[in-house]
Every structure is written in C-alpha cells, then in structure tokens.
C-alpha cells in the first residue's frame, strides 16, 4: 500500500502539528476477526526537492491564491465554529489534480490549530486501517482522505457513524460469540479530496456539510503564484518571464510550480540567473511544453486521433493501448484540460479531435 500521489508528500518536520499514521502508533484496531495492531506505510521520506516543494506551499488562507469563491467561504466556516467552539463541519474538496485541494487542508489545519492526519484512499484496504486512524484520532484533528473516490465502498460504511454520531462500531469476535462494541471518537474534522466526485456514494456526499469545487485558475491569479514562488526561491522574475509560465501552466498552480523549477535550472546554467520571456521561452521549448501548455503525451494523445483514427471517434481503451499509457491516466489527467481547451471532444462513440487540434498540430483536418 502506498500513502497517496509522490507529487504530494508530506508537509512540515514531525513535530509541528501535522501527524501521519506513524506518529499515532500502531494502533490496535478491531477487524472483523477481533482486534489486530495494523501498521500503515511510512510516509515521511522526501526528496530534496519535495521538501522544497513544500516550502513553496500557502500556509494560511490569506496566503493562498486563487479559488476566491472557496477561500471566503471556508474563512467564515472557519471563524464560525472557533466562535461557537466547535469542530469545523466535514469539507468535500472536489476538482482536477494541482489545484490545490491538499494545500487548503493542511491550511484548515493550521488556521484550527488542530493536528493534521493525512491518509489516501488507495491505502485503505480494511476495515482495521479506517479504524486504526480514527482511534488514534485527538480532539480536533483534521483527517484528510485524498482521492476518497478510490476508498472501497464496505469502508465508506465504516465511515458514516464516525462523521454523523462521532461512533465506531466494532465487532469483536466471530460466529454466535460475536458482539458489536460501539466506541466513541473524539471531535474530528473529515476533510475528503477527489478528482471524481460522481463516483462518490449519495450517502457519503451528503455527509460532508461543506462542499466545495476547485476550478481552472485565472492567469493573473498563476503570474502571483509565480512571483511568490519565485520569492521563495530566491529567483529573479521579470513580468513577462512569470506571465509566460503562468500561460503555459495549463491553470494548475502545481504545474506553474514545476515549469518554475525547470526554468530556474536553466537560467541558472544558461541565462545568468534571471528569468525573462526569451529565457522561459526557450526553457519550456526544451522541455516540450508549447505555447499551450501541451507536453509530449498530449501531443501524442491528439496526434493519435489526429492521424491514426482520422479524428475520431475513438475509444478510450483503443487510444489507450495507442499511445501506451494507462486509460484512467488519460482520462483524469490529460483529457480535462484538453477539453478546457476546446482540442477534444467526448462523444457516445469515443473521442473526436477538433479542427484547434488539427490546427495546432499543422495537420489538416480530414474530408467528407
């Protein structure tokens, strides 16, 4: 099992306030077959740049850019229930990878003052691994659930007492000697993140009491991502330099922070250190993101239709096997923003290119 994306890790040093599984123990958690110790995967390792990564984050609403709608809504949930002192109510953060979801709750945290405990769907194959973290649970904490949307449905069960009554309910033992104790769960704030809020369960959705949508971000909003950034990094940025990352961005906050990286390597080595429009140009020409913000598999993706398939449609799985790479990729990573962009189109038959694909790629659009 594996702690949600590497592209995702971990924030401050142990100790701060943030928790992960390995700081709450082993635990002893009450499995079907009676109480078992689970050990959940050690998340902390990190490379240098992750950990630079990290520095880059917000660490406050007010820091955080963007999302404007989200921001204000969450600030007033926020000083409501520290007003009442009360836990914050369940938050469902939805919308495409690197927009931020992850960032705004380890931000719900901070501005709670309450530990954060960080977990992800895919990692939690047991009723003991929910359980395990829920015991350990502090009054207060945020326990954030990254793509929730991958978390088994028999677990979501697990989940609606401790949301609804703050209750676990616990069998212990097997056959007619089974017995189901019910423990009680400190105050706890569930903050779930998902990229596929339809594959959520009705029942689930409607226990988070604040719901919420991250959307593409607006350019202005990614040239301050990138001056920020570039403060942190102690990297001359001019206007141009910043406003030409932020275009090629593709509205993802986390994209806008990789592509800075890279053109700080190269200007480093190649451009005397400061980032202008010539030098981020030619350093994104380099790594093949284009004027867009299309990398290679984009490209491919489009190409593919394009040439292979006369436009379309194709099938998801037949593109798939096409361009070597997995269906659910193409789908949650690539598709979105080649459909914000107006260079794919989905149909009942499969995906259709549009004459801006063929146009951008200088392919000319099949006949008849």
Known sequence: ?????????????????????????????????????????????????????????????DDFAGQDHVRDQLRIAIDAARGRGEPLDHVLLAGPPGLGKTSL?????????????????????RKADVAALLTAL???SVFFVDELHRLPRALEETLYPAMEDRQLPVTIGQGPGARVVTLDLPAFTLVGATTRAGLLSRPLRDRFGLQHRLEPYL??????????????????????????????????????NRLLRRVRD??????AGRVTAAAATEALDLLGVDSLGLDRLDREILRSICAMFAGGPVGLATLSA??????????????????????????????????????????TPPTG
């Open 1 to 61: 099992m594996s702690y949600g994306d590497p592209d995702d890790p971990l924030g401050r040093p142990l100790g701060s306030g943030i928790r992960t599984p390995d700081d709450l123990g082993a635990g002893a958690a009450a499995a079907d077959d009676g109480w078992t110790p689970v050990r959940l995967p050690d998340p902390t390792a990190r490379s240098g740049e992750d950990v630079e990564d990290l520095s880059l984050r917000p660490r406050s609403l």
């Open 105 to 125: 709750a380890r931000i719900l945290a901070e501005e709670l003052e309450a530990p954060f405990v960080l977990t992800a769907g895919p990692s939690l194959e």
């Open 138 to 140: 502090e009054p207060g």
């Open 219 to 256: 350019l202005d909003d990614l040239v301050a991502i990138v001056h920020r950034s570039a403060r942190l990094l102690d990297l001359r940025v001019d206007e141009e330099g910043a406003a030409l990352i932020a275009l090629r961005a593709r509205g993802t906050p986390r994209v806008a």
């Open 266 to 271: 190269f200007v480093e080595v190649r451009a």
């Open 322 to 363: 096409a361009v070597g790479e997995e269906a659910d990729t193409i789908e949650d990573v690539y598709e979105p923003y080649l459909l914000q962009r107006g260079l794919l189109q989905r149909t009942p038959r499969g995906r259709v290119a549009t004459p801006s694909a063929f146009e951008h790629l200088g392919l």
